[in-house]
Structures are given as C-alpha cells and as structure tokens.
Nanobody, 116 residues
Framework: QVQLVESGGGLVQAGGSLRLSCVAS????????LDWYRQAPGNEREFVAR????????NYADSVKGRFTISRDGAKNTVYLQMSSLKPEDTAIYYC?????????WGQGTQVTVSS
C-alpha cells in the first residue's frame, strides 16, 4: 500500500506562483517514479510532470515546460511541483500519482485556481 497526500493548492492571480507538495508513505521503496496530473472541470485528467525517485530524471507536458518544476526530497519522501507564471488555464485539481507493483495510487487532490 502507498498513501499520497497533496497540499499547497489555493487561489492565485495570473502570473503568480504556487508550490504543491506530495508526501508519500507506505511501500515507497518500491516507487519508481512520481507524477503530477491535473483535471479541470469537464476535462479528462492530464499528465503534468514526472520525476524518477532514483536519479531524479524529469519530464513535463508541453503546456507547462519552462513554467513548472518538479523536484523531490528523498529524506522527506516528498515531491514538489513549483508552478510559476500561472495562467487561468492552469486551474484544475492537481493529483499526485505513482505505480507500485503495477497498481495505480492517487492522492485526494489539491485545488489550484488561477484568476485572470
């Protein structure tokens, strides 16, 4: 079992910044990578960013490249998503995700709202 708990969402004006956190617990030693996804009202859940737990390799959706940065703190079992130059279209619920032993685990999500 893996538990993922997100925090850090909120309301911000366009052009502003937020940092999301995802704390992982449970069988985290088996976690290969952690992802951030987001889902806006009426839209499908979409990939945002990924970081490898070992090595720290990252990749991003084109829509957030250059604005968002994913990072991790191994000692705290925490993954961060630093979001800058936020746009109204970034408004969504942001979810932390991982796969362990072919099973998907999701956090409960944290709401990010960007006002114009």
């Amino acid at each position: 079992q893996v538990q993922l708990v997100e925090s850090g969402g909120g309301l911000v004006q366009a052009g502003g910044s937020l940092r999301l956190s995802c704390v992982a617990s449970g069988r985290t030693l088996s976690t290969y990578a952690l992802d951030w996804y987001r889902q806006a009202p009426g839209n499908e859940r979409e990939f945002v960013a990924r970081i490898s737990w070992i090595g720290g390799g990252t990749n991003y959706a084109d829509s957030v490249k250059g604005r968002f940065t994913i990072s991790r703190d191994g000692a705290k079992n925490t993954v961060y998503l630093q979001m800058s130059s936020l746009k109204p279209e970034d408004t969504a619920i942001y979810y932390c995700h991982t796969v362990v032993d072919k099973q998907d685990y999701w956090g409960q999500g944290t709401q990010v709202t960007v006002s114009s």
